[in-house]
């Protein structure tokens, strides 16, 4: 497939999803998640050889983004933003409905196979989050590893189902894991502690660590992860340019991170 051709299925299926998870309740008072263009192309790629009908691959992808919807939405309850019982409560229920609509789509295929991938990867990232939150200290490279496959999962077991290789699963876990760290530095920067952030901060402890020091603890993961990404784009040549293209664009934004912090005065 051609670069305009995978960018084009990119916007087609993100104009799907977004129509597919509006409900007019939901839209007055929950922030819909931003959908992530990398993910589709992913899923995408993944089923490139499939022998199956453009309808049913869309469906595919939709089904698995709307599950990643269901997921992020609920993480977004343990938000301390949110002060406000009913918005925690339309959190859940759109959560909730996010599942239900993933599962439908699949069902009406009855895909039962690829309905059990996908529930065991979000038992896994349930049971990754639980690590997470229960992280001490010395526990950073269990931490990261958590991460991951809290990233990557859903992801690598849809492509799984499909018969990828290993390898590109590999690729799909370390792009994703590269993405969130870099997305994380950047919250660092901006003075934003999120639950990433304070969850970090417990492998520290006792000792209180410095931003700089968390900083300089993800820049040495996004290091790594962005050495092992250059090295399976030589193992893997006929990706699509497309992806590339993001992972330069990923280097361009890993090199603007690297640069000496401005302190706000």
Known sequence: MAV????QQIHNLKKRVEKKSFHPYFSQYVK?????????LFLAYSLRNADISTEEMDTYISAAMLAHYAIDMHEKVTER???SVKEKQ??????DYYSGLYYSLLAGYQNIELIKDLADAIKIINEQKINIFQ?????????MNSIKQVESILLTKFSGHFNQSCLYNELIEEFLFLKKLLNEIKMMKLGKKNLFFKSLENCFLPHVPTITELESLCFKYATESKKKLEDMMISLPNLPSIVETRL???NSHYIDLSSPRVEER
């Open 32 to 40: 819909p998640s931003v959908i992530d263009e990398d993910r589709i």
């Open 90 to 95: 339309l959190k859940v229920l759109a959560g």
């Open 81 to 83: 933003e949110l002060t």
């Open 248 to 250: 330069n664009q990923m």
């Open 135 to 143: 992280m001490g200290e010395g526990n950073s490279h269990l931490f």
């Open 4 to 7: 305009f051709d995978y960018e």
